[in-house]
């Protein structure tokens, strides 16, 4: 079922019941020029690589291609521009029936693995149909620039 920005989207991470709910438009194209930005680097360097593309569609990524990943996205990503990813999912996001921008840090402290946990879900909710459209082109290219492919 699809997510609507009334309903949300709700997934309980780390012992917190977290809702999402979708980004109006401009605020969500923003986010995703900024995301596209740190992570573009990272996918061309694998996509550079042979069988990297299945390997990245078949989820079966090893210890030094996730390595070679984060380090290309860790080049372009900011304080600044994580703040800003952060702090506007925030704003659509409840947890444990608060707003999750005013327990932030409560909820946060000493758990940073649950704010990436978080953050994840935050954007697999508010970019279900691009990512489903990314992943589906790539797809596509990978069968059309497959050799193997009949």
């Not at 649950?114 to 970019?127: D, R, S, T």
Request: glycine fraction near 6%.
């Amino acid at each position: 079922m699809p997510t609507t920005a009334k309903e949300g989207q709700s997934k309980t991470i780390g012992g917190h019941d977290f809702t999402v709910y979708l980004l109006p438009w401009e605020q969500a194209n923003d986010v995703l020029i900024e995301i596209a930005d740190v992570i573009a680097p990272a996918l061309a360097q694998l996509a550079a690589e042979p069988d990297s593309l299945d390997t990245l569609l078949e989820s079966k990524l090893d210890g030094p291609e996730v390595a070679k990943v984060i380090a290309a996205a860790v080049q372009k990503l900011t304080r600044e521009r994580m703040r800003f990813v952060t702090q506007t999912l925030m704003s659509v996001t409840h947890c444990d029936g608060k707003e999750l921008k005013a327990i932030s840090n409560a909820v946060f402290r000493g758990e940073l693995t649950l704010m990436y946990k978080w953050l994840a879900f935050a954007i697999q909710v508010n970019y279900a149909d691009f990512l489903s459209a990314l992943q589906s082109t790539a797809a596509g290219v990978g069968k059309a620039t497959d050799p193997r492919a009949g």
